[in-house]
């Protein structure tokens, strides 16, 4: 459970970062007419992004782009044959899925033309491939089973978002936060 406090302590550090940088852009954005409460999905979105690069690439230094080997796993469900495997699980996939969960949440939020599965998975995907590649050359282990998590985390985040918007499609509260009412 260490390892997700330290994620949930970079979580909150970083929103309170990135919510005082990004106070005087919300007022200059303000007088063009957007919504607050639009601008917290960028927020947001923002937030889920630069946590998901802290928790992946950041988090472990020093970061050596010559390493002494390179860490790569390309058999699919390999976790579930290790001795402690729920240990496993618990300690390293499950983070995985969660961090990606808000990502799966916002970017059909901020992005109105990113609210289809498809591309909600597709974008987390891409990104997902994209970390675990730059890992293995700066000598962290890649795995097809973090992508298969974060992937994972991507569509529950998705599925989160298709019961909100069923649940809050009348409240005005939300589809201003959706970008729907202007």
Do not use: C
């Not at 949930?8 to 607050?36: C, D, H, N, R, W």
């Not at 033309?113 to 998975?121: D, E, G, I, P």
């Amino acid at each position: 459970m260490h390892r997700i406090e330290a994620y949930v302590t970079l979580a909150i550090i970083e929103i309170i970062i990135i919510s005082i940088l990004y106070l005087p852009i919300l007022f200059l954005i303000k007088k063009k007419g957007i919504k607050v409460i639009r601008q917290i999905s960028y927020i947001l979105m923002f937030w889920s992004i630069f946590t998901i690069i802290d928790a992946t690439i950041f988090f472990v230094l020093p970061i050596t782009f010559k390493p002494e080997r390179y860490i790569l796993n390309l058999i699919p469900f390999s976790w579930i044959t290790r001795i402690n495997n729920m240990q496993y699980f618990i300690t390293e996939l499950l983070p995985n899925i969660m961090m990606f969960i808000p990502l799966g949440f916002f970017i059909p939020i901020v992005f109105e033309r990113m609210r289809k599965l498809w591309k909600t998975v597709l974008t987390v995907a891409i990104l997902t491939f994209s970390v675990e590649i730059f890992q293995y050359f700066i000598g962290r282990s890649s795995d097809i089973d973090d992508v298969i998590a974060n992937i994972l985390g991507g569509i529950i985040g998705y599925g989160i978002f298709i019961i909100f918007n069923y649940v809050l499609k009348n409240k005005k509260w939300w589809n201003k936060f959706i970008g729907i009412v202007k």
